[in-house]
């Protein structure tokens, strides 16, 4: 199940770099029809709708019923949208203070040794892209998201789109802070270490550290 994912993962990438490295999809563009676009990619169709599911969460992609799939945003922010998005961020990741404290809790809990695996190859995905100084928007949803699912509570996913926004947003306004992004290496080594060992209340420390430090930064 694990690979299943990550294949559709690094679908749903290929797919954000034709919109924005490539810029073959421009915003309001229709995607080619799924026949067309799965033998492009060289992926099953269940494995590209699942890669369209993951960004149309994430809100670069809308489904338009009887129309087709749409591209709604190239995730490239100007300074002009930058007053939207600070606003509310703080409210944001005051939520995710509440939530994802004790979803790493419950995650280091009940996690299968194959979730802990996934959350241990996106926290070192995320550890790359900040080393490297690419944006991690996409890596930092799918660690996070792999630690709520690892909670095994159906009500989670729920949740996902405002934790979502709230890692985009925070992205946006904070990779350029050299403090942030490294306590960012150190949180997240702390979050996946804790869970490793199956240590939940060291788990839910680290995630409410993590956050708090975000918080201080913006």
Do not use: W
Request: glycine share 6%; proline share 1%; charged share 30%.
């Amino acid at each position: 199940m694990a690979n299943l994912n990550m294949l559709a993962d690094s679908t749903a990438q290929r797919i954000l770099k034709m919109i924005e490295d490539e810029n073959r999809f421009s915003i309001g563009d229709k995607l080619p029809n799924e026949n067309e676009l799965s033998a492009e990619l060289g992926v099953s169709r269940s494995t590209l709708r699942e890669a369209i599911r993951i960004l149309t969460t994430n809100g670069v992609l809308e489904i338009k019923r009887g129309r087709g799939t749409y591209v709604t945003s190239n995730m490239v922010v100007n300074s002009n949208d930058l007053n939207e998005i600070e606003s509310g961020i703080e409210d944001l990741f005051e939520m995710r203070l509440m939530f994802e404290p004790d979803c790493a809790y419950l995650a280091a809990e009940r996690a299968t040794d194959e979730e802990i695996s996934e959350i241990c190859y996106y926290g070192q995905k995320v550890e790359e892209k900040i080393i490297s100084g690419e944006d991690r928007t996409f890596e930092e949803q799918k660690f996070h998201e792999s630690i709520a699912n690892a909670t095994h509570n159906s009500f989670v996913k729920q949740f996902m789109p405002i934790i979502f926004n709230a890692i985009r947003k925070g992205v946006i306004v904070l990779q350029k802070d050299k403090s942030v992004n490294k306590n960012n290496l150190d949180d997240d080594r702390l979050i996946m270490d804790f869970i490793k060992k199956r240590n939940a209340e060291g788990a839910r420390t680290a995630m409410r550290l993590h956050i708090i430090h975000a918080l201080e930064g913006l």
